[in-house]
């Protein structure tokens, strides 16, 4: 807010808007409603976001905590490929849990799904000791080599689906699909860590609905800010 021209009542009602509408608000919306230019209104929005970013970046991952990958974004034309196979933007996605409970989740926009980069996830969000659960995608096996317990399950040929054994991973993911496309229609790749960092924001605080206000509004003023030429560098 440092320097702003826009009235700080419009900033609380885009701080409002975004932590309070579980379906998320699209950014022309947001101009409407509160009679702002377009890239004014951008602007603000991903601002609001870099702070749930940066606050939720202060959480670590505990209890058993299911890792898989999901992919995000529409297949270049001709290509019919779907999942690992195809030019989808692809994510990693991790959630503590405790017995059948979903605790906390993370999403994470990766380059591709290799060792460098699960491995930088996991030293980033996951203390040492705790237990991956995965699937049998053999990316995952050095787990053990580096600290973690790792529960392992090899879905081909066992009878069992990956949604049973991977159940909060599949409806996560499946959530923030349905999100993308019908608040927003698509999301350019170069901000959809910003977007799905916001769906984990609200979505890690779903028990604390009466407050989330005034925790990002927190958020926000605790967060060092992003300037517009970083946004669009």
Known sequence: MHRTRTPLVKWFWMIFLLSSDKRGISTLEVAKKLELRYATAWEILHKIRKAMSDRDSKYMLAGVIEMDETFIGTSSKGNKKKGRGSDKVPVVVSVSTVGDKMLFAKMQVVESVDKKEIEKIVSNTIPKGETIKTDGLQVYKFLETIGYKHHREVISGSGMKAHDLLKW?????????????????????????????????????????????DRLLNACVLSKGITYAELIG
């Open 169 to 213: 991973i599949h409806i996560i993911a499946s959530n923030v699909k349905a999100w993308i496309n019908v608040t927003f229609h698509g999301i350019e790749k170069k901000h959809l860590q910003a977007y799905l960092n916001e769906f984990c924001y609200r979505l890690n605080r779903r028990f604390f609905e009466g407050q989330i206000f």
